[in-house]
């Protein structure tokens, strides 16, 4: 008995992966002949992320009534569960039919697996090299190859701030502080006004903050030399901003590593319990969400000391090499990079698009702020979010600064940093 | 010898299909999985050049590799404690006859039907490491806001969010699922105790406490043992319970091997990753391989 | 709790006499229930707080009250629960029973062979086949993943299945084992002697008695699979996996719903909290490993 019941299972394993073809060549795949259903991996499966990939696939609905979208979305805030979930199926040789990964150097590994395939002919095809700034591209291409599709730029060195919390403690909302030091000497008078001065949550949007601390303390430069080896980690300017770090985390909450993600941070700030959280400006989604307006219940300032500076992380689309439905991934690529796709996304996602010619009245007071600025700022690559460095780095990082919070020794941090950097930079 | 075959040869052949998936599901792919350790793959470039032990030598020598062992130490210490502790304190209440005891006995066991990731759902809240005397103090929930409630407000602590005894936190909620187990363990032991042993020991004037030491304490250590071995080498395989408590996997407080090995692993480093499944398999090795040839001996007996 | 991590089942025999009783045994018996009592209380507060989380609604949002009674009893949170689970219990459910069945018939017959059949080395045989419950998968984990790929099993629910069933052997077989040592070999003997071979004997003798040791394995497959996550988390997504995944992600969201994940928390338990309940007496009783008889 047995053994017909695991014949019966091997044979309908067999029969379902006859069912999925193999994955065609991209050249082959044309869009507008597409039907069946297209799996999409993300992890916008909550929040104010959900509200955006729900837009989009509005708009992909329109756009190809032939296809059916699979929302293979995983919860957990930067992806981390979804990347591991991913990184078995991938490896397991089960792609999905497209994934959400961030621009930058968390593709590298992907690409030098080869898992996906090169897309510089769909960008032309679908005229992307004009409509995407120069910037975004240089940070797309490797060897000269692009190979995802961005759906939408996010800042991530924003603070966000509650009106009345800072109002109470007798700080002007319209004014933030100039830089560190005086946004520092800010908290001070929140802490004595009673409430929680910054708001912060678990391992990784701790390293956020580290970032961003990072870029007010180094500026421009010398953060972007952290990760391609002109700054020396070593440096007595790295000490100070590690120590500008650890004078951060004395103002945030104690409970910050049991919050299940950004989400709670950021609510602390909602609900007046903590006047300030630096989080990327997803959190505008949720404000606007919660029915909360800019100006009145909260505020939003670049981080003290990195006025001018954009710090940008991407979301992107791939196409996986070998995806069941590569027609349908196609479609799914031209829609996000479409006019309508981009704006109907971003407008709810809380970000700004990635091309240069979507208008812009659509869009809300912070994103329309947003848009120009990152016209016209500095751009450097955010390291909690992949942009700046690869996984396996960041992991490292990551750990160090987890171990930080606790002991807050800052020779150790600084150590471990720099040495992790110099492997990595090998 | 044809008579030997014919004798035994259906038996194997019976049980062989079993024989094959073990060896390969188990067998083959702890081999292959220790090749994997000694190569340097280390992102998802492929890369497999042999590089023999140095990724154990280099995670022995890591400072955070041996934070994680320390916890996973301590986690068994106090895991096995409160699980031996409550289990024996339950079973010898219970194993005599009372009114109720199957009531008592289903309540004490009912924890281990429930998965961890269910069970870690309630523990994530009621380990929730606020108190009520900290900044933001306000929002104190789970086992912290009881204690403040009741009187107990200075027996607050952080729990699992601390560097050095947070993983004795994560013990917790597995003593609580674990100790019903180890106290059916100990009633099976008590109640395999013939009734004219102790009847003897009665009559030979034996006070209860020497009863105990030197007839029932001796009559229960093969269960003891027993409870040792399992709980010990559940405690070393720990990690659904970790996952469900503690929200980002990459938390230096609860790290221990098995939470590293998936964060590795997330992290595409599959060398560094399989390396670490290898030492937690000789961990459990050295714990349960001597019981097992232990057991093996006993029944040749 | 996978199937290695799920404790081999014990058997609780049936209780002595009760002994007479003295004043001092009076006082005694008092602080004997007082104690019990007190660990009932201690061992339902995390029931209780999953219970009344799962019906609060916003109102009882505030921390001060959190270890109080919902003051209006709000249903929202086992909506949610219900519409996130469900598509994954019906899953789960097609996993955990054909891999229960199948692995409960091969140790079956594993367990006979072993416990009767002598052949050279069968005792070696034995230990490395229980060694296998031991192990923590993490140290087969990746070469599994390209094994599964390489056999082709797609991921979800039929990994998991051809999983649950080759590392359930080990419990399968221990449990089945140890109940066949107490079969009288007088059976199996006159069955020998009618000239039945190995087949027939397990057929017509053993499988009819089995039912006890069927009745053990079952449940303990059942609640091992059903519980079971590091399998889940490697070869299943939200969309095809267990409720163990559905429900981390349930409860592990942006947005803190405490009163989903609780009620999550409880429908992901009832399947094994009814079987427990129902047959409590079969999920702790049923056969020892050997060691413990001493």
Redesign the interface.
Known sequence: MRRIAMLASVAAAGLLLSACGGGSAVEDANPSEASGSVGVFTWWADGSEKVGLDALVDIFSEQYPNLKFDNLAVAGGAGSQAKSVLAANLKSGNPPDSFQAHAGAELQDYIAADQLEDLTSFYEEAKLNEAFPKDLLDRLTVDGKIYSVPSNIHRANVVWANVDVLKKAGLDPAKPAADLDAWFADMDKIKESGATPLAVAGTWTQVQLFENILLASLGAEGYNGLWDGTTDWASADVTKAIENYKKALSYTNSDRDTLSDWGPATQLVEDGAAAYNVMGDWAEAKFSQDGKKPGEDYVYFPTPGTDGVFDFLADSFTLPKDAPNADGSKAWLTTISSVDGQQAFNAAKGSIPARTDVPADKFGEYQKSAIEDFSSDTIVSSLAHGAAVPVAWLNELSTAVSKFGGPQDVAALQDSAASIAKKFQQ | MFKKVKTWGPALALISPTLVLLAVFVYALIAENVRISMTNQHTARPSSDFVGMENYFRLFGDADFQHALRNLLLLTVVFLAGTLVFGFLWAWILERPAFGEGFFRSVYLFPMAVSFIASGVVWRWLLSSLQTDQSGGERTTGLNRLLDSVGLGFLQNSWWSDPNWGIAAIAVPAIWQLSGYVMALFLAGFRGIPEELREAARIDGCSEWKLYRHVIFPQLSPVMLSAVIIIGHMSLKLFDLIRAIVPDANTYDIQVPATMMWVKYIGSDYADSAAIGTIMLVLVALVVVPYLIYTSRQEKR | ?TT??V??P????T?????PRTGRQKMNRTL??A??LL??FV????AY??FI?SFKGPSDAD??T??LLPTTWETAGWAKAWDTLAPALGRTFAMVI?ASI?SA??GS??GF??SR????YA??????????M????????????????GL????GI?SL??LHI??G??IC?LIFRNYYESVPSELIEAARMDGA???RT?ASVILPISTPGFVVVLIWQF?SA?????FA???S???NGPV?IA???L??????D?AA??A???I??LP??L???IL?KY??GGL???????
Do not use: C
């Not at chain 3, 014990?10 to 025999?13: D, E």
């Not at chain 3, 082709?152 to 991921?155: A, D, I, M, R, Y």
């Open positions: 709790m290695a991590t404790p081999p014990v058997q609780v025999a209780p002595r006499p009760p002994a004997k229930y104690i019990l660990f009932v061992v339902l507060i995390p707080v999953l989380t921390p001060s959190a270890w054909p199948i018939f091969l017959m594993n062979v072993l059949w002598r052949f050279p005792n070696v045989v034995f230990t490395l086949i229980l060694f296998g031991f192990i923590p998968y993490q140290a087969v984990m990746i070469p599994l993943t390209q094994l599964m790929q082709g099993v797609p991921n039929p299945l051809v080759v590392y052997l080990p077989t071979g190995l087949l397990y609640t059903w519980n079971d996550y590091l988390a490697f070869f997504s939200g969309s163990t429900l981390s992600f409860a592990g969201g942006q947005l803190t405490y994940s609780m999550g928390a409880l992901a338990s094994t909290l079987v427990y309940i409590g999920f702790v020892m490993s050997g060691s413990v008889k001493g």
